[in-house]
Protein backbone atom coordinates (compact mmCIF):
# COMPACT_ATOMS: atom_id res chain seq x y z
CA UNK A 1 0.00 0.00 0.00
CA UNK A 2 0.92 3.34 -0.60
CA UNK A 3 1.91 5.76 2.82
CA UNK A 4 -0.10 9.03 3.09
CA UNK A 5 0.09 11.42 5.36
CA UNK A 6 -2.17 11.51 8.28
CA UNK A 7 -3.02 13.90 11.28
CA UNK A 8 -2.57 12.25 15.09
CA UNK A 9 -4.43 14.29 17.57
CA UNK A 10 -2.70 13.92 21.31
CA UNK A 11 -3.39 14.54 24.29
CA UNK A 12 -2.98 18.70 25.81
CA UNK A 13 0.93 19.32 25.42
CA UNK A 14 1.87 15.76 24.52
CA UNK A 15 2.46 16.42 21.12
CA UNK A 16 6.03 16.50 21.52
CA UNK A 17 6.43 13.26 23.61
CA UNK A 18 4.02 11.26 20.87
CA UNK A 19 6.97 12.86 17.98
CA UNK A 20 9.56 11.46 20.27
CA UNK A 21 7.41 7.71 20.47
CA UNK A 22 6.61 7.75 16.83
CA UNK A 23 10.21 8.26 16.00
CA UNK A 24 11.83 5.15 18.31
CA UNK A 25 8.81 2.64 16.40
CA UNK A 26 10.53 3.77 12.97
CA UNK A 27 7.04 5.35 11.69
CA UNK A 28 7.93 9.02 9.80
CA UNK A 29 6.41 11.65 12.07
CA UNK A 30 6.48 15.74 11.85
CA UNK A 31 5.42 18.08 14.21
CA UNK A 32 5.85 21.45 13.15
CA UNK A 33 7.45 23.63 15.87
CA UNK A 34 6.68 27.91 15.32
CA UNK A 35 9.98 29.76 17.08
CA UNK A 36 8.92 32.81 18.48
CA UNK A 37 10.65 35.80 20.87
CA UNK A 38 9.28 36.31 24.05
CA UNK A 39 10.38 39.32 26.42
CA UNK A 40 11.55 37.55 30.05
CA UNK A 41 12.55 39.16 32.78
CA UNK A 42 14.07 41.63 30.57
CA UNK A 43 15.96 39.59 28.22
CA UNK A 44 14.63 38.41 24.74
CA UNK A 45 14.28 34.50 24.79
CA UNK A 46 13.74 32.10 21.47
CA UNK A 47 11.05 29.45 22.79
CA UNK A 48 9.40 26.81 20.02
CA UNK A 49 6.10 25.87 20.53
CA UNK A 50 4.23 23.27 18.60
CA UNK A 51 2.86 25.33 15.78
CA UNK A 52 -0.75 23.20 15.51
CA UNK A 53 -1.82 22.21 18.94
CA UNK A 54 -2.03 18.53 19.88
CA UNK A 55 -1.20 18.04 16.07
CA UNK A 56 1.39 15.37 15.15
CA UNK A 57 1.43 14.45 11.37
CA UNK A 58 2.33 10.48 10.05
CA UNK A 59 3.12 8.83 6.80
CA UNK A 60 2.51 5.80 7.39
CA UNK A 61 -0.06 2.82 5.61
CA UNK A 62 -3.26 2.82 6.26
CA UNK A 63 -2.77 -0.67 8.00
CA UNK A 64 -0.77 1.25 10.65
CA UNK A 65 -3.60 2.83 11.97
CA UNK A 66 -4.49 0.56 14.72
CA UNK A 67 -0.93 0.66 15.51
CA UNK A 68 -0.68 4.70 15.60
CA UNK A 69 -4.04 4.60 17.84
CA UNK A 70 -2.59 2.69 20.48
CA UNK A 71 0.43 4.53 21.51
CA UNK A 72 0.71 6.17 24.67
CA UNK A 73 -0.87 10.11 24.83
CA UNK A 74 -2.61 9.77 21.64
CA UNK A 75 -6.23 10.11 21.33
CA UNK A 76 -7.01 9.15 17.88
CA UNK A 77 -6.89 10.16 14.12
CA UNK A 78 -8.27 13.57 13.14
CA UNK A 79 -11.28 12.18 10.62
CA UNK A 80 -13.07 13.99 7.98
CA UNK A 81 -16.35 12.41 6.34
CA UNK A 82 -15.89 9.47 8.70
CA UNK A 83 -12.77 8.46 7.43
CA UNK A 84 -9.22 9.42 8.48
CA UNK A 85 -8.37 12.89 7.10
CA UNK A 86 -5.27 12.74 4.57
CA UNK A 87 -2.92 15.65 3.92
CA UNK A 88 -1.13 16.40 0.73
CA UNK A 89 2.41 16.21 0.77
CA UNK A 90 2.70 19.09 -0.83
CA UNK A 91 1.08 20.77 2.12
CA UNK A 92 3.64 19.03 4.16
CA UNK A 93 6.54 20.67 2.94
CA UNK A 94 5.07 23.70 2.75
CA UNK A 95 4.57 23.84 6.74
CA UNK A 96 8.22 22.36 6.80
CA UNK A 97 9.58 25.58 4.45
CA UNK A 98 7.65 28.12 6.25
CA UNK A 99 8.77 26.52 9.85
CA UNK A 100 12.44 26.43 8.58
CA UNK A 101 12.55 29.90 6.96
CA UNK A 102 10.04 32.30 9.40
CA UNK A 103 9.71 32.95 12.77
CA UNK A 104 6.55 34.65 14.30
CA UNK A 105 4.58 32.25 12.40
CA UNK A 106 0.56 32.42 13.30
CA UNK A 107 -2.36 30.58 12.45
CA UNK A 108 -5.86 31.20 10.81
CA UNK A 109 -9.23 28.98 10.37
CA UNK A 110 -9.81 29.58 6.72
CA UNK A 111 -12.78 28.43 4.55
CA UNK A 112 -11.09 28.36 1.35
CA UNK A 113 -12.92 26.45 -1.82
CA UNK A 114 -9.19 25.03 -2.94
CA UNK A 115 -10.67 25.51 -6.61
CA UNK A 116 -11.09 29.36 -6.16
CA UNK A 117 -9.21 31.51 -8.45
CA UNK A 118 -6.48 34.09 -7.28
CA UNK A 119 -7.95 37.60 -7.46
CA UNK A 120 -5.95 40.81 -7.35
CA UNK A 121 -6.81 42.59 -4.12
CA UNK A 122 -4.51 45.41 -3.35
CA UNK A 123 -1.35 43.75 -4.15
CA UNK A 124 0.12 40.66 -5.33
CA UNK A 125 -1.53 37.07 -5.25
CA UNK A 126 -0.46 33.84 -7.33
CA UNK A 127 -2.52 31.06 -7.28
CA UNK A 128 0.10 27.63 -6.83
CA UNK A 129 -1.10 24.07 -6.94
CA UNK A 130 -4.79 24.95 -5.59
CA UNK A 131 -3.20 27.25 -2.69
CA UNK A 132 -3.03 30.70 -2.00
CA UNK A 133 0.52 32.27 -1.42
CA UNK A 134 -0.37 36.15 -0.92
CA UNK A 135 2.28 38.57 -0.55
CA UNK A 136 0.94 41.61 0.94
CA UNK A 137 2.69 44.47 2.46
CA UNK A 138 5.00 42.46 4.94
CA UNK A 139 3.34 39.29 5.59
CA UNK A 140 3.40 36.07 3.09
CA UNK A 141 0.58 34.14 3.57
CA UNK A 142 0.26 30.10 2.55
CA UNK A 143 -3.07 28.43 2.46
CA UNK A 144 -3.33 24.70 4.05
CA UNK A 145 -6.81 23.71 1.58
CA UNK A 146 -6.67 20.15 3.36
CA UNK A 147 -6.12 21.03 7.27
CA UNK A 148 -8.56 24.42 7.02
CA UNK A 149 -5.48 26.57 8.15
CA UNK A 150 -3.70 29.75 6.26
CA UNK A 151 0.06 30.14 7.73
CA UNK A 152 0.96 33.76 8.28
CA UNK A 153 4.56 35.07 8.50
CA UNK A 154 5.92 38.19 8.69
CA UNK A 155 8.75 38.79 6.57
CA UNK A 156 11.84 41.49 7.51
CA UNK A 157 10.76 45.04 5.50
CA UNK A 158 14.72 44.81 3.90
CA UNK A 159 14.39 41.34 2.83
CA UNK A 160 11.36 41.44 0.71
CA UNK A 161 12.51 43.50 -2.05
CA UNK A 162 14.33 41.14 -4.59
CA UNK A 163 13.46 38.23 -2.43
CA UNK A 164 13.20 34.72 -4.00
CA UNK A 165 11.00 32.59 -2.52
CA UNK A 166 10.65 28.74 -3.75
CA UNK A 167 7.54 26.87 -2.58
CA UNK A 168 6.36 23.58 -4.50
CA UNK A 169 9.67 24.09 -6.61
CA UNK A 170 8.73 27.78 -8.40
CA UNK A 171 10.17 30.40 -7.88
CA UNK A 172 8.92 34.08 -7.46
CA UNK A 173 10.97 37.03 -7.44
CA UNK A 174 9.19 39.84 -5.20
CA UNK A 175 9.55 43.35 -6.96
Known amino acids: MQKSWYIVYTKAKCEKKV ?24 KNKLIH ?7 VFVNIDENDIPLVKKLENVVNLVYWKGMPAKIKNEEIEDIKY ?5 QGIKLERTNVNTYDEAKMINGPSYKMDGKLLVIKNRFLKVNLPSLGFTMIAEMESESIIGREIILDNKEMLLQ
Not at 49 to 55: N, T
Open 19 to 42: AILLTKRKIENFCPFASKQINHLR
Open 49 to 55: EPLFSSY
Open 98 to 102: FTNNY
